[in-house]
């Protein structure tokens, strides 16, 4: 079965300092992976993507990730925190080739809390 | 671009009435929509997947004659809690995607929160 895991449920990282956030999943198959953000009360705001080349991939807000295959992660990184960056994050996954009908696998989500 | 809105934001209702959410994609034309369902605190949970002009099709566990969904056009599913009891009460957020733009990624909506009381 697909799964995400997300290990901590709080992350804690001072202003300016780099950030990360850990992902590792579960596939048969080739993976396709997803970085998410939730601010309170609203819906979900994509990041960045996994599909294929180059490992490091780059997104939005000066967020990155690396897809490591052998540790099957997809860790989100940044590398200097913002006290806005603080919301909940989300990883999710699904596998690539069966079109738009594949679902996505959500992670159970890390808080991010950026102290000034 | 990749914006998708819900109607309405929020909602309170009196048990026993039914509710519609809509979901829209603004700029795109979303063949395949999903909704969710949010509890305080959690992650996601993945109701039903529609795609345009067909039945959609509910994950494990969800009443499909509870949670009614259309998806008519191409631009706006609907989904319908029908007699709405406190259980319901929940954060409802949709998704679209497209088969020819940005083919592998969800956009969500806003959200919408469901109070029955």
């Known amino acids: 079965a697909q799964s995400v895991a997300q290990p901590e449920d709080q992350v804690n990282v001072a202003e300016g300092n780099p950030l990360t956030v850990k992902c590792t999943y579960s596939?048969?198959?080739?993976?396709?992976l997803f970085w998410y953000v939730q601010y309170p009360n609203r819906g979900l705001q994509f990041l960045l993507k996994?599909?294929?080349?180059?490992?490091l991939v780059k997104g939005s807000y000066g967020f990155e990730a690396e897809f490591n295959k052998s540790q099957t992660s997809f860790h989100l990184k940044k590398p200097s925190a913002l006290v806005s960056d603080s919301a909940l994050y989300f990883c999710?996954?699904?596998?690539?080739?069966?079109?738009?009908?594949?679902?996505?696998?959500f992670g159970t989500g890390t808080l991010l809390a950026v102290q000034p | 671009g990749a914006v998708v809105s819900q109607h309405p934001s929020w909602v309170i209702c009196k048990s026993g009435t039914s509710v519609k959410i809509e979901c829209r994609s603004l700029?795109?034309?979303?063949?395949?929509m999903f909704w969710y369902r949010q509890f305080p605190k959690q992650s996601l949970m993945l109701m039903a997947t529609?795609?345009?002009?067909?039945?959609?099709?509910?994950e494990q566990g969800v009443e499909k004659d509870k949670f009614l969904i259309n998806h008519a056009s191409l631009t706006l599913s609907t989904l319908t809690v029908t007699s709405a009891h406190p259980e319901d009460s929940s954060f409802y957020i949709c998704?679209?995607?497209?088969?020819?733009?940005?083919?592998?990624?969800?956009?969500f909506g806003p959200g919408t929160r469901l109070l029955v009381l």
């Open positions: 998704s679209a995607r497209s088969l020819t733009r940005l083919r592998e990624t969800q956009y």
């Open positions: 596939v048969s198959g080739n993976p396709y």
């Open positions: 996994y599909i294929t080349g180059d490992n």
């Open positions: 999710a996954v699904t596998v690539g080739g069966g079109g738009a009908t594949n679902k996505l696998i």
């Open positions: 700029d795109f034309q979303a063949t395949t």
């Open positions: 529609s795609n345009e002009g067909s039945k959609a099709t509910y």
